[in-house]
């Protein structure tokens, strides 16, 4: 199974979006809507932001959002803030019981 | 309050095997698929390995197939994750996490394997 795609990096100044993409093919992130994103900041564990594509845990502010077209899903980060600079990840289910992440987008705000 | 807490990492030699351990605690352990994800040196999130609540429902990424076992003790709320024939890129911090969705992670046990 190989990793999804995201660019390496991407960035922002504070107040500005950033979208970020995770492309798959129709075997995980077009074929299913089980796609998921993932911050992680240097040193810590993941932390869930979106889960099946476009829904938010309690907790997590309104200015992370996501969707999906065919086999790329995005993220898009509004109002950037100086907190939201880590690394992002995406993953998707993939079928037969696997599941597969994306290769991380380090987001930098300016 | 949810909790996950792995132990068990460790410098372990080519070939050697290890056990890690995922203790859970603030939630009913019993009825949530669980799942092991790694982090090697620099890179990025692979996931490793899922179980149902029974623990009859087990799935492997291709690349530890054949060489790790996930199982589960729902009376002990604990995780495993047994790990043999271990190599080199097998070195990475090895995460457990609650859920289909991974909505709470622990915060990681660090795997180096050398010889």
């Known amino acids: 199974q190989s990793a999804l795609t995201q660019p390496p990096s991407a960035s922002g100044s504070p107040g500005q979006s950033v979208a970020i993409s995770c492309t798959g093919t129709?075997?995980?992130?077009?074929?299913?809507?089980?796609v998921s994103w993932y911050q992680q900041h240097p040193g810590k564990a993941p932390k869930l932001m979106i889960y099946?594509?476009?829904k938010r845990p309690s907790g997590v502010p309104d200015r992370f959002s996501g969707s999906k077209s065919g086999n790329t899903a995005s993220l898009t980060v509004s109002g950037l803030q100086a907190e939201d600079e880590a690394d992002y990840y995406c993953?998707?289910?993939?079928?037969?019981?696997?599941?597969?992440f994306g290769t991380g987008t380090q987001v930098t705000v300016l | 309050d949810v909790q996950l807490v792995e132990s068990g990492g460790g410098l372990v030699q080519t070939g050697g095997s290890l056990r890690l351990s995922c203790t859970a605690s603030?939630?009913?352990?019993?009825?949530?698929?669980m799942h092991w994800v790694r982090q090697g040196p620099g890179k990025g999130l692979v996931w490793v390995s899922r179980?149902?609540?029974?623990?009859?429902?087990?799935s492997y990424a291709e690349s530890v197939k054949g060489r790790f076992t996930v199982s589960r003790d729902n009376a002990k709320s604990t995780l495993y994750l047994q790990m043999s024939s271990l190599r080199a890129e097998d070195t990475a911090v090895y995460y457990c996490?609650?859920?289909?969705?991974?909505?709470?992670w622990g915060q990681g046990t660090l795997v180096t394997v050398s010889s």
């Open positions: 603030g939630f009913s352990f019993s009825i949530y698929w």
């Open positions: 996490a609650r859920s289909d969705t991974r909505d709470y």
């Open positions: 179980i149902n609540g029974d623990g009859n429902i087990i």
């Open positions: 129709s075997r995980d992130v077009g074929g299913y809507n089980y």
């Open positions: 993953s998707s289910y993939a079928g037969s019981n696997s599941y597969v």
């Open positions: 099946e594509v476009t």
